[in-house]
């Protein structure tokens, strides 16, 4: 079983559209994350919950809205799509409560967007 | 955070030692060092971590200044398969309120692996 995936793995949409991408984690874990790497590479963090509750909103348009149902889930919703949104978006989970110092972060595969 | 500094790339040849520097002059008492790395097409994966000690894991071995401003991530013999890149990033050890237990990534260090 894949501990962290998301869904779709490819996302070719046109701009204005709206559009979702799924993460679900099977390592019980307690905090999600989405990172956004752009066409350089850099990795930079979006969001994180922990427990359902928003942890980190890092100065993200609001036309992204994260979304978690429950802890093993955390989506990620894009409005209004811009062609600068094209990047490839990656989820992460980790166990922070309860450990000191470790608590290593496990990545999806990412999921490929791009805005046409 | 306290910020590192790696190189934006380095060579090996297939079968030999790779030493991969980071330096963190400003690295604080409570942050462990980690090292992930991220292989084309896939998402960053943990590789080692360490506070003050060298560390041993089966992927690879973590060398630490006994001032802790800077290590280095061993590769006892690449493989073709660890080209990739290498980031090495602060993580305070205490969490609360504050401290979410994110990792930021600077640019990390591309390795080429020559057959």
């Known amino acids: 079983d894949t501990a962290v995936s998301q869904t779709p793995k490819y996302l070719v949409t046109q701009m204005g559209n709206d559009k979702s991408i799924k993460c679900e984690q099977n390592?019980?874990?307690?905090?999600m994350y989405w990172y956004k790497q752009d066409s350089k590479k850099f990795l930079k963090i979006m969001f994180s919950?922990?427990?359902?509750?928003?942890?980190i909103n890092e100065t993200v348009p609001n036309r992204f809205s994260p979304k978690s149902p429950d802890k093993a889930h955390l989506n990620l919703h894009i409005n209004s799509l811009e062609l600068g949104d094209s990047a490839v978006y990656f989820c992460?989970?980790?166990?922070?409560?309860?450990?000191?110092?470790?608590?290593?972060?496990?990545f999806g595969e990412g999921s490929r967007l791009t805005v046409l | 955070d306290a910020k590192t500094t790696q190189p934006n790339s380095m060579e090996s040849n297939e079968e030999e030692p790779v030493h991969l520097p980071c330096n963190h002059s400003?690295?604080?008492?409570?942050?462990?060092i980690h090292w992930y790395r991220q292989l084309p097409s896939q998402g960053p994966e943990y590789v080692i971590h360490?506070?003050?000690s060298n560390v041993n894991n089966r992927m690879a071995s973590l060398a630490i200044a006994e001032d802790r401003k800077s290590s280095t991530l061993i590769l006892h013999r690449a493989t073709l398969r660890d080209a990739a890149v290498y980031y090495c990033?602060?993580?305070?050890?205490?969490?609360?309120?504050?401290?979410?237990?994110?990792?930021?990534f600077g640019q990390g260090t591309t390795l080429q692996v020559k057959p």
């Open positions: 390592l019980g874990h307690d905090t």
């Open positions: 400003t690295i604080s008492g409570t942050d462990y």
């Open positions: 992460a989970s980790s166990q922070v409560k309860g450990r000191r110092g470790h608590g290593e972060l496990f």
């Open positions: 919950y922990n427990n359902k509750e928003l942890i």
């Open positions: 360490g506070l003050t």
């Open positions: 990033i602060l993580r305070d050890v205490v969490y609360g309120s504050g401290n979410t237990g994110k990792l930021i």
